[in-house]
């Protein structure tokens, strides 16, 4: 089983950037696919991005394309989510996923969750 634990949420204003973070521990990092998903107030949660145990593969949501990175470091355990140009209607609870099938690429069972941090972006 793995942890994860995300970070780097806070308010921004429209326009600003933000870094996520999501440390795991508890089982091998660099095997599994990873990814992010968001949940704002009264919606359901929605894809955001994902990436391959390598960082070779990516895919991003349209509506976070071009302004949202994912990104991984496997030597430190660690997944990121750089966002850019942010908008008000990015905000939401934002969380981090370990895919289950250890080498698989699409990811197809993100069995996996952290806590979530939270992203509030004012106009």
């Known amino acids: 089983q793995v942890q994860l634990v995300e970070s780097g949420g806070g308010l921004v204003q429209a326009g600003g950037s933000l870094r996520l973070s999501c440390a795991a521990s508890?089982?091998?990092?660099?095997?599994?696919?990873m990814g992010w998903f968001r949940q704002a107030p009264g919606k359901e949660r929605e894809f955001v991005a994902a990436?391959?145990?390598?960082?070779?593969?990516?895919n991003h949501a349209d509506s976070v394309k071009g302004r949202f990175t994912i990104s991984r470091d496997n030597a430190k355990n660690t997944v990121y989510l750089q966002m850019n140009s942010l908008k008000p209607e990015d905000t939401a609870v934002y969380y981090c996923?370990?895919?289950?099938?250890?080498?698989?690429?699409?990811?197809?069972?993100?069995?996996?969750w952290g806590q979530g941090t939270q992203v509030i972006v004012s106009s």
């Open positions: 996923a370990a895919d289950g099938q250890m080498w698989g690429w699409p990811p197809t069972d993100f069995g996996s």
């Open positions: 508890g089982r091998t990092f660099s095997g599994y696919a």
């Open positions: 990436i391959s145990w390598s960082g070779a593969s990516t």
